[in-house]
């Protein structure tokens, strides 16, 4: 199975790709050996690729101002608000880690 996910890496699939498709496998054969149908889950014996993390963007302030003028009027706009908020406060943390 290591081989398996390797050959895949190797053909172009990312990482990601490569941990779902783990992540089926693994679900399939577990049913196949509750129903007896394999003796044991090979999957269980291998480690998947770990996904890369997926880099924050946080919004610019013409995004959020543009998501702000969508929401007005919508009984969630609190949320969206608080959405904005926090990206923007993410950004300037960004922005002062760059310094």
């Keep these: 199975m290591q081989g398996f996910y390797q050959d895949r ?3 172009g699939l990312s990482a990601s ?3 779902k498709v783990h992540t089926i496998l693994h679900k399939a054969l577990a049913r196949a050996v509750a129903w007896q149908m394999v003796p ?10 770990r996904p890369a ?5 946080p919004q610019s302030p013409a ?5 702000l003028d ?5 009984t969630a706009c609190f949320i969206v ?3 904005v908020d926090d990206s923007q406060h993410a950004r300037n ?3 002062r880690l760059g310094s």
């Design 9 to 11: 890496l190797d053909a």
């Design 17 to 19: 790709t490569v941990h």
């Design 40 to 49: 044991r889950n090979v999957t269980d014996a291998v480690e998947p690729p």
């Design 53 to 57: 993390p997926r880099e924050m963007r």
């Design 63 to 67: 995004e959020a101002r543009k998501l």
């Design 70 to 74: 969508a929401a007005r009027g919508d």
């Design 81 to 83: 608000v608080g959405l």
């Design 93 to 95: 943390n960004l922005g």
